[in-house]
């Protein structure tokens, strides 16, 4: 813009959006080159297990009250405090009341919520003691297993819903059972006026042969 004699807002804060292992990895050189940080914490579980949050076959391991994801934020909330630069969180734990305590006793000061949620998230952390705050991030930073974070926040284990849940451009492979998207699949076999979905070459395959014994 300089080069083209445009005028523009030369003094602005410049930050960064965490949301990969290796931006986490990296986290200390990018901090030395911006004013803030924020964690997108929604694309950042998703990458760092590998799990598509949206995929029902794998819905139930996508686990942002992971302790090795508290873990990352609490050390990246350190280092931030250290450096003298804000870091919030954005994404769903942000407004999820059972880890609020856990956010807040990790070190993280700023959260990111949708306006129509920025009240109850308000309210909710006026009530927050600090340093009751601190003893249950410290028992779940130092957990086992996600179920050992998850007593530690008081879940119930109907709070926990490991029932697969289909949308309405998902069907069930008929041979392995897993949730296929209707539009993305290639493997399509219409027989007998039903059409059925699979996720593979091998289970198309498979069913086929199936029917073909049948005969």
Not at 188 to 198: E, I, K, N, Q, T
Not at 204 to 215: D, N, Q, V, Y
Request: glycine share 8%.
């Amino acid at each position: 813009m300089t080069e083209q004699g445009l005028a523009f807002q030369r003094d602005f804060l410049q930050g960064v959006l965490i949301e990969t292992p290796s931006a986490a990895w990296s986290f200390g050189r990018l901090l030395q080159a911006v004013d803030f940080v924020s964690i997108g914490t929604n694309d950042f579980v998703q990458y760092l297990f590998a799990v598509e949050r949206n995929s029902a076959n794998v819905a139930d391991l996508y686990q942002p009250e992971h302790p090795i994801v508290l873990q990352i934020i609490g050390s990246l909330a350190a280092e931030s405090a250290a450096a003298g630069k804000p870091l919030s969180i954005c994404g769903e734990i942000a407004v999820d009341p059972s880890l609020l305590p856990v956010l807040v006793g990790l070190g993280v000061t700023d959260l990111s919520v949708a306006t129509g949620a920025s009240n109850d998230v308000r309210r909710r952390l006026a009530e927050l003691d600090e340093g009751w705050c601190r003893h249950i991030a410290d028992l779940c930073v130092q957990a086992d297993t996600v179920d050992d974070v998850r007593v530690a926040i008081g879940w119930l284990p109907e709070d926990v819903d490991d029932q697969v849940e289909m949308g309405e451009d998902d069907a069930l492979d008929p041979v392995c059972g897993m949730v296929v998207r209707v539009n993305d699949t290639p493997h399509v076999l219409r027989a007998d006026g039903v059409v059925h979905y699979f996720c593979s070459r091998a289970c198309l395959k498979h069913f086929m042969s199936g029917k073909s014994s049948t005969r």
